[in-house]
């Protein structure tokens, strides 16, 4: 196996690749908790970098469209042994829970099988409304920080809850991110920089973005419906597995219909107690899209979607890395960030709201979602602990 030199020392990338691994197992969480984990294992324990050098990427990612964790991980990747290393990164960190989510996307056909309620699964969809919650409460804490802020935080709450279309979510986040600029007074925000990039992964990114978009015009076929969708949840996101779940619920479940409102839930709610990015929901979404067809089309559709929603991050990551040094000297795109994250943290408490209305307003349902959120705010019980308990008593009760 190669090995590449880092700070004068020798690094075998099956060494790094073991400690990508580990750093998978304890992932549990969003993004803030991941890079907990990635600072411990990279950073302290490794020293695969500097903490200065994670703080950057931190930010880096945060910039980008994309699972901002998983581009984490993979620019750490880069960094210690180019595109190669940065791949087998990406395979290491997502494939196990993609092939979970993947199987789990059978579940409503195996308890069918089994005669076994699905009923039992019931209060998985008010728990995930409460992590969705919470969620939603962490990020506008930290987005949420002047009058300004608060204006398009509700902006983006009001307007995705009022029109309920998918073309609403890329609109009011771009909205977010010019109303930042243009009412910042900062100058020079758009500060010329010399970048030397290899355009070559921006030219893949764009071919698969209109690619995909041109296919699924002339075609019906429910693979390539399925790649452009998921690819476009990819590059449309910025920031963890809980804001693209406002776009995949209004596409998935209330314009195709290709699922309930309870088995998204289900599924959504099922991801918190797996290790690992919480992007790999998307097996699950693409494979309960093409059930009752066959088992392997079921496969092939989990394994499109998980793997086209991960792809644009990346290649963004490919894109920008190269010139991450003179990228971060540009202040207009720190500032367009702020109004998209306000805006972004507006539509996942607009999920949250839409999602625990399809759930039902039950008192089991209210006192699951309660609980929830008590027990994640509190941080007594881990996030896998709870869903297992949860689990449990939709069972008994």
Known sequence: MAKVELDNRQIKWTTFLKDVFICSLGAYGGPEAHYGIFTDQMVSKKKYLTEEDMIELIALTGILPGPSSTQTIVAIGYKSGGPLLAFLTLLVWALPVLVVMTILSFLSQFLSEQNVSQDSLRFIGPMAVGFITVAAYRIGKKVVVDR???????????????????????????????????????????????????????????????????????????????????????YLVIGGGQVVVPLMYGELVEVNSFMTSQEFLTGFGLVQGLPGPMFSFSAYAGGMAARNVSTVFQVLAAAISGITIFLPGVLLIYFVYPVWENLKKIKGIKVSLKGIMAVAGGLILTAAIVLFQRSGFLFENLLVLVLTIFLLLTKKIPAPIIVVLILIAGFLF
Do not use: Q
Request: aromatic fraction near 18%; charge should be positive.
């Open 148 to 234: 300004f802020t608060l204006a398009l935080f509700a902006f983006g709450a009001i307007a995705t809850f009022v029109v309920r279309r998918t073309w609403i979510y890329p609109l009011v986040l771009i909205m977010g991110g010019i109303a930042s600029v243009l009412s910042s007074k900062e100058e020079d925000l758009w500060y010329k920089v010399k970048l030397n990039p290899p355009w070559k992964y921006l030219i893949i990114f764009a071919g698969f973005a209109i690619g995909g978009l041109l296919l699924k015009i002339v075609s019906d076929n429910r693979i390539i419906h399925l790649f452009e969708s998921f690819y476009r949840y990819g």
